[in-house]
C-alpha cells in the first residue's frame, strides 16, 4: 500500500473512530436511562470486547519501541556521518527537542494550573474506564536513587516482562550506538532484522486499529453507561489543553526562528504559511515537504544543498509537537487520576518522550499515539485504559501536530544555513 493510499484509509478510520466514541456514549447513555437487554452479562461482554482491543495494542509496545529506537538511532548515525552539514542538522534537531520537552512539561502544568479539570466530569468518565486501571509505582517515587537504578536494567528481559520502560529505552539506545561501531557487515543485517521486526508490528498495528470503530464503540459504550454524556465535556476540554500546547509551541517556533535563524518575523511567517496551509489539510509532514523546500529556498533565503539535505532530514529524523503533545496527553491523564507528578516523575517521563520520539518519528499519527505515548504513561505509573478514548479523538490534535512539525523543520533549515542565508528578495518591495 502507498503512503498516500495509507494516510487516506487512516484519515478515513479517523472519522470511523471518532463516530464511533460519540456513537457509544450515546448508547450508554441511552441504556443507562431505559437499561439493557441482557443486562449485566451484555455489560461484561461489551467491555470485554473493549479490553480485548486494548490488550491487542498494548502487546506490541515492547517490541515496538526497541526495534524502532535501534533503526532510528542507526538512521540518525548515519546522516550524521555523511558530513558536517547534516552533523550540524541533527545537534540542532537535538536542541529544539530539549527545549521543547521542557517548554511542554511547563506549558501542561501551567494550563492545568490554569484550566483544571472539571472534577464531576473527570469522576464521570473515569466510572467509565473500566478494565485494569490500577496506577503503577513510578520511578520518581522512589526518589533519585530508584530513578538512577532503572536506567540500567540488570536483566532486560525482566525489566521487559515488568513493564520496566524507561530502563528498556536506556538499553535500546545504547544497544543501538553500540551497533552503529560495528563493521558495515554485522551492522547491516541486525539493522535489517530490527526494521523488519518493527515493520512487523506495525502491521499488527494497523491489523488492531482496523478494528478500532468496534474497541472504541465497546469502551465509550461502557464510559455512556456509568457516566452518561457528562464525559464528553471531559474529552473538550482535554483536546483543548493539548491544542493550547501545540498553538504555543508554534508561537515559540516564530520566537525560536527569528532568534536564531536570523530572519525577521514577517519573512518566516509569510514563508511557513503555505506549508502549514498543506499540513493542515494532509495531517502529514512527508506530504509538505516539496512546498517545504521551495518556501525554504525562494522565501528564506536557504541554499539549494541545505534544503535538500536538512529538510528530507526533518521529516525523516525530527518531529518537535511529538514530546509536547505525548507528555501533555500523559499529564492530562494524571491529573485525571490524580497522580502527583513528583520532579522525578516528570523527569522520568521527559527522558522516555524524547527517547521514544526518535523512534516513532514517521510512523501515522494513529499508530504512534498509542506507540508513543504509552511507554511514557508507563514510566509515570499512569493507567493506560482512557488512551484508547482519547486515541479517539486525536484527530483535532494531531492537525496542530503536523502544523507544528513543518513550522520547526522551515525553523531548522534557516538556523541551520545560519550567516550564509540570503536576504528577503521581497524586503526591497517593502512587502
Given amino acids: 500500500m502507498t503512503r498516500s493510499r495509507t494516510a487516506a484509509v487512516l ?42 482491543w486494548l490488550n491487542a495494542l498494548r502487546m506490541t509496545i515492547i517490541p515496538l519501541v526497541f526495534s524502532l529506537l535501534v533503526t532510528g538511532i542507526a538512521s540518525i548515525a548515519d546522516a550524521a556521518a555523511t558530513g558536517r552539514l547534516a552533523l550540524k542538522a541533527v545537534w540542532v534537531f537535538a536542541a529544539l527537542l530539549v527545549g521543547a520537552t521542557v517548554y511542554g512539561v511547563l506549558a501542561s502544568q501551567g494550563l492545568h494550573a490554569l484550566w483544571p479539570i472539571d472534577p464531576d466530569g473527570g469522576r464521570l468518565l473515569l466510572a467509565g474506564a473500566h478494565g ?35 530502563g528498556i529505552v536506556v538499553f535500546a539506545i545504547v544497544f543501538g550506538f553500540a551497533a552503529t561501531r560495528l563493521p558495515a557487515r554485522l551492522r547491516q543485517p541486525m539493522t535489517v532484522f530490527f526494521e523488519a521486526v518493527a515493520e512487523t508490528m506495525v502491521v499488527i498495528v494497523h491489523w488492531v486499529l482496523r478494528a478500532a470503530p468496534v474497541g472504541v464503540f465497546a469502551l465509550s459504550l461502557g464510559v455512556g453507561l456509568r457516566a452518561g454524556l457528562g464525559a464528553a465535556g471531559v ?26 535563524g536570523r530572519v525577521t518575523l514577517p519573512r518566516f511567517a509569510r514563508a511557513a504559511a503555505p506549508a502549514q496551509v498543506v499540513a493542515f489539510s494532509t495531517q502529514s509532514s512527508l506530504a509538505c515537504l516539496p512546498v517545504m523546500v521551495e518556501r525554504a529556498r525562494d522565501r528564506l533565503g536557504v541554499s539549494a544543498a541545505t534544503a535538500g539535505l536538512v529538510l528530507p532530514l526533518a521529516v525523516a529524523v525530527f518531529r518537535i509537537t511529538s514530546t509536547v503533545a505525548n507528555l501533555a496527553v500523559c499529564i492530562y491523564v494524571a491529573h ?47 493507567p493506560l485504559e482512557v488512551l484508547p ?14 502544523i507544528g512539525n513543518v513550522t520547526a523543520d522551515l525553523a531548522a533549515a534557516r538556523i541551520v544555513e545560519g550567516r550564509d542565508a540570503r536576504a528577503d528578495p521581497e524586503a526591497g518591495a517593502g512587502i
Wanted: charged share 5%.
Fill in 11 to 52: 484519515s478515513s478510520l479517523s472519522l470511523q473512530v471518532l463516530t464511533a466514541l460519540f456513537a457509544g456514549l450515546a448508547a450508554g447513555a441511552a441504556a443507562q436511562a431505559w437499561g439493557i437487554p441482557g443486562g449485566e452479562g451484555t455489560v461484561a461482554m461489551v467491555e470485554g470486547v473493549g479490553q480485548l
Fill in 336 to 382: 485525571l487520576y490524580g497522580i502527583e507528578l513528583t520532579p522525578g516523575v516528570l523527569i522520568a517521563g521527559s527522558v522516555t518522550a524524547l527517547a521514544v520520539s526518535v523512534g516513532t518519528v514517521g510512523l501515522p499519527g494513529q499508530v504512534s499515539f498509542f506507540a508513543s505515548i504509552a511507554p511514557i504513561a508507563i514510566v509515570m505509573g499512569l
Fill in 235 to 260: 474529552l473538550g476540554h482535554y483536546i483543548a489543553l493539548v491544542v493550547l500546547s501545540l498553538i504555543g509551541l508554534i508561537l515559540l517556533t516564530y520566537v525560536v526562528a527569528v532568534l536564531w
Fill in 132 to 166: 485494569d486501571a490500577a496506577v503503577r509505582e513510578n520511578l520518581g517515587g522512589g526518589g533519585l536513587g530508584a530513578f538512577l537504578t532503572s536506567l540500567a536494567p540488570s536483566n532486560p528481559i525482566r525489566a521487559a516482562a515488568d513493564d520496566a520502560i524507561l
Fill in 389 to 402: 478514548l482519547l486515541l479517539a479523538v486525536e484527530v483535532v490534535p494531531d492537525i496542530f501536530r503536523t
